[in-house]
């Protein structure tokens, strides 16, 4: 018989003549195991090989949604901490900046308080040139005790026990104004008609 035969024989699969154990009787080298054997081991094979891959697939799949979540939980929990900072510092910033306004405020009306005072003291003893450049001439009206008008050379002021408005006359009288004396405590004449010493 030729190789070609004996190869034939071989792979030839005889349902009827396969044994128990899935061999088929050869006329060469003995007993050969069936092609239907062969690929039914095969499927065997494979399909446990599916099966722990699906296995693994499946574990891995649930090990990384287990990850993904993890992150998830900690980026949502460093999202929390970070909008909790960010809170806190608007928080601090809104309050460090009602406690600036407020101080701006008290700073503010502290300033215009001292303008007051200022303009209030200016108002009662600095003394205040009246007329055309505090020449003295006819006619002006003394309407302050802290005004004052030059005549010859010398300053002159309402006394405190002249009634106001006092008009002038052509040269000072002195028994209604006196000269400006060197400014101390008693001797300066403020609107009210008092001294510097009686306030």
């Not at 088929?24 to 239907?36: A, D």
């Not at 039914?40 to 399909?47: K, L, Q, V």
């Not at 008290?106 to 215009?112: H, I, K, P, R």
């Not at 408005?165 to 008609?193: C, K």
Request: glycine fraction near 6%.
């Amino acid at each position: 018989m030729s190789k070609i035969t004996d190869a034939e024989a071989n792979a030839t699969s005889l349902d009827g003549l396969v044994n128990d154990n899935a061999l088929v009787p050869t006329l060469r080298n003995g007993p050969k195991p069936s092609y239907q054997y062969l690929v039914d081991g095969w499927n065997t094979e494979f399909n446990t090989l599916i099966d722990n891959l699906d296995t693994q697939g499946d574990a891995a799949i649930v090990a990384i949604n287990e990850d993904v979540a993890t992150v998830d939980t900690l980026k949502n929990s460093a999202t929390s901490l970070i909008n909790s900072d960010v809170t806190t510092v608007d928080n601090a910033v809104t309050v460090a900046l009602s406690s600036i306004n407020a101080s701006k405020v008290t700073v503010d009306n502290a300033a215009a308080d001292v303008d007051a005072t200022i303009a209030e003291l200016d108002s009662k003893y600095k003394l205040t040139a009246i007329g055309v450049d505090g020449a003295w001439q006819s006619g002006i009206d003394f309407t302050a005790y802290n005004q004052y008008l030059v005549f010859s050379g010398t300053a002159y002021q309402p006394k405190p026990e002249t009634s106001l408005p006092y008009t002038t006359g052509a040269t000072p009288d002195l028994d209604d104004v006196q000269p400006v004396a060197p400014n101390t405590a008693d001797n300066i004449f403020v609107a009210n008609g008092g001294t510097v010493q009686d306030q």
